[in-house]
C-alpha cells in the first residue's frame, strides 16, 4: 500500500517557526510534483505550496508567498515545507499529497492535481 506521512505539526506563537515533513511509506512509486493543502475547521481545503519535479519549479498560494518555502527530494518522495513568520489565520491541518502524472500547470493548485494523500498533520498558531 503507497502512503504519505506528514509529520512536524505543533502548537506555536504567532510569529514563530515550524519544519514539515511527508515521508513516503509502504509501496514505492514515481512521482512528477508534490504539494501541501490545508484545511481549517469550517473551510474548505485550500492550496498551500507545491513543486515539480520536473524542473524544480515551485508555487505558492497568495496568503503563504514569502513566509513558506517547499521543497523535497523526488528520489526519495519527501517533500518539506518550511513555515515562518506564522500567522493564527495558518491553523489548519497540513495535507502532503503527490502526483503520480506528469499533468500540466493547471494541475499544480487544484485537489484534483494530485491523487496520494496523507492523512494530515494539526498545525496551531497562537496570539
Known amino acids: 500500500q503507497m502512503q504519505l506521512v506528514e509529520s512536524g505539526g505543533a502548537l506555536v506563537q504567532a510569529g514563530g517557526s515550524l519544519r514539515l515533513s511527508c515521508a513516503a511509506a509502504?509501496?514505492?512509486?514515481?512521482?512528477?510534483?508534490m504539494a501541501w493543502f490545508r484545511q481549517a475547521p469550517g473551510t474548505e481545503r485550500e492550496f498551500v505550496a507545491a513543486i515539480g519535479w520536473s524542473g524544480g519549479s515551485t508555487y505558492y498560494a497568495d496568503s503563504v508567498k514569502g513566509r513558506f518555502t517547499i521543497s523535497g527530494d523526488n528520489a526519495k518522495n519527501t517533500v518539506h515545507l518550511q513555515m515562518n513568520s506564522l500567522k493564527p489565520e495558518d491553523t489548519a491541518v497540513y495535507y502532503c499529497t503527490a502526483r503520480r502524472w506528469r499533468g500540466s500547470v493547471a494541475d499544480y493548485t487544484t485537489q484534483g492535481g494530485y491523487d496520494l494523500w496523507g492523512q494530515g498533520t494539526q498545525v496551531t498558531v497562537s496570539s
Open positions: 509502504g509501496r514505492t512509486f514515481v512521482s512528477y510534483a
